[in-house]
């Protein structure tokens, strides 16, 4: 685990990102947080502490160990990392959509991904979920599959490529198409 920052370091660093004259351009924007890890172990970790009295919120140390917590975090940091930019809003956005609904899933004591670690006292390994293979061609569409739609774009192609006026058929691809009685 990483050294735990002080509240000076911590506010120091979050104080000047927060407070540049000018938004950089997007080449230009420093990141708060370099990695995932120094995200959650810097801040998550250290704002988002267990309030005294111990209220039954789930935690694992090993959190790196949970897919969902992983890809959580992971968009928490992304969003951090975009919305600290705006100096208005950006944080408390950051809190009420993304903190606030992630952590309250994340630490939830009956559901959340750590509540069976919280309740044996250590990391528990989680359990996919269980699926079933679904009947042959039901995900065959190009909605669904994106080897689908190559094979029907590859489809549609051949068979303008071998039409006897192929030029009409790239014209018609290539047009929009109009929903019923759009047209005159």
Not at 50 to 57: C, H, K
Not at 104 to 131: E, K, Y
């Amino acid at each position: 685990m990483s050294e735990e920052p002080s509240d000076e370091t911590l506010t120091s660093r979050l104080h000047d990102y927060l407070e540049g004259d000018a938004e950089p351009e997007p080449e230009e924007r420093l990141l708060v947080f370099t990695s995932l890890l120094e995200f959650v172990d810097d801040y998550i970790a250290q704002v988002m502490a267990f309030p005294d009295g111990g209220a039954p919120l789930a935690w694992c140390p090993t959190w790196w160990l949970h897919a969902e917590a992983v890809v959580r975090f992971s968009v928490m940091w992304r969003a951090f990392e975009y919305l600290k930019t705006d100096p208005a809003l950006g944080l408390s956005v950051w809190w009420r959509d993304h903190a606030d609904p992630h952590m309250r899933m994340l630490r939830d004591p009956a559901t959340g991904p750590f509540a069976a670690c919280q309740r044996a006292g250590s990391h528990i390994a989680p359990s996919p979920l269980p699926t079933a293979a679904p009947p042959d061609g039901l995900f065959d569409s190009p909605e669904f599959s994106v080897a689908a739609s190559d094979a029907t774009e590859r489809s549609v192609t051949e068979e303008i490529r071998n039409s006897p006026r192929p030029w009409l058929g790239w014209i018609a691809l290539t047009l929009p198409t109009l929903d019923e009685g759009t047209a005159g």
